[in-house]
């Protein structure tokens, strides 16, 4: 919505945010350094539980990869 705050400067505000839908739609791969899991295999992960078990806790080597993931996990519904 535009509005003037002095005469003739016109002001806008525009989100410009990209967030994933929560919808079962939702599809996103990841690719990290994890401790543990498999490797060069597709696996399901469904919420961050699941990450945790499939390929344990993070560390300081793994930590934005692992966090990455969850973030994803969490918007993604």
């Known amino acids: 919505m535009a509005f003037?705050?002095?005469p003739g400067v016109n002001?806008?505000?525009?989100?410009?945010t990209n967030v994933v839908v929560?919808?079962?739609t939702s599809m996103?791969?990841?690719?990290?350094?994890?401790?543990w899991g498999p490797i060069?295999?597709?696996t399901l992960i469904t919420d961050?539980?699941?990450l945790t078990e499939t390929f344990q806790k993070p560390?300081?080597?793994?930590?934005?990869?692992?966090?990455t993931?969850?973030?994803f996990l969490s918007y993604s519904g």
């Open 48 to 50: 961050e539980d699941n």
């Open 4 to 6: 003037q705050v002095s």
């Open 59 to 67: 560390d300081d080597t793994n930590y934005a990869d692992w966090f």
């Open 28 to 35: 996103g791969g990841a690719v990290g350094r994890f401790n």
């Open 11 to 16: 002001t806008s505000e525009i989100d410009l």
């Open 22 to 24: 929560a919808a079962g």
């Open 40 to 42: 060069e295999w597709v």
């Open 69 to 71: 993931a969850a973030n």
